[in-house]
């Protein structure tokens, strides 16, 4: 059984720095695309970031290009968002998602309908 578990969310302010961390289990997850989606109260689920191959390939939403870095460790079957230069528009519940690997180049602009898998998010809230 398939288990994606976040963790790491918390509040800071504009500017500060917070890292996601996304376990998971259950599967060889090195071949699949590891994704980062997130929802605001009131708004849609919107891509974050996604990768495979062992972090080779990587794609991102325009809206957090140069701030946000996502990593893989498949040795320990985790994947990580480091998130840089926080805004107050980045508060919002943060998923972890898995799915096949021509799914990751949809998550930039995508809902993550594609993916297969889904943590049960953690909560990231950034004060101005």
């Known amino acids: 059984q398939v288990q994606l578990v976040e963790s790491g969310g918390g509040s800071v302010q504009a500017g500060g720095s917070l890292r996601l961390s996304c376990a998971a289990s259950?599967?060889?997850?090195?071949?699949?695309?590891m994704g980062w989606f997130r929802q605001a109260p009131g708004k849609e689920r919107e891509g974050v970031a996604g990768?495979?191959?062992?972090?080779?390939?990587?794609f991102y939403a325009d809206s957090v290009k140069g701030r946000f870095t996502i990593s893989q460790d498949n040795a320990n079957n985790m994947v990580y968002l480091q998130m840089n230069n926080l805004k107050p528009e980045d508060t919002a519940m943060y998923y972890c998602?898995?799915?096949?690997?021509?799914?990751?180049?949809?998550?930039?602009?995508?809902?993550?309908?594609?993916?297969?898998?889904w943590g049960k998010g953690t909560l990231v809230t950034i004060s101005s």
């Open positions: 259950g599967d060889t997850f090195s071949n699949k695309c």
């Open positions: 990768t495979y191959g062992y972090g080779g390939s990587t």
């Open positions: 998602a898995a799915g096949p690997r021509f799914a990751c180049r949809t998550v930039p602009t995508g809902t993550g309908d594609g993916m297969d898998y």
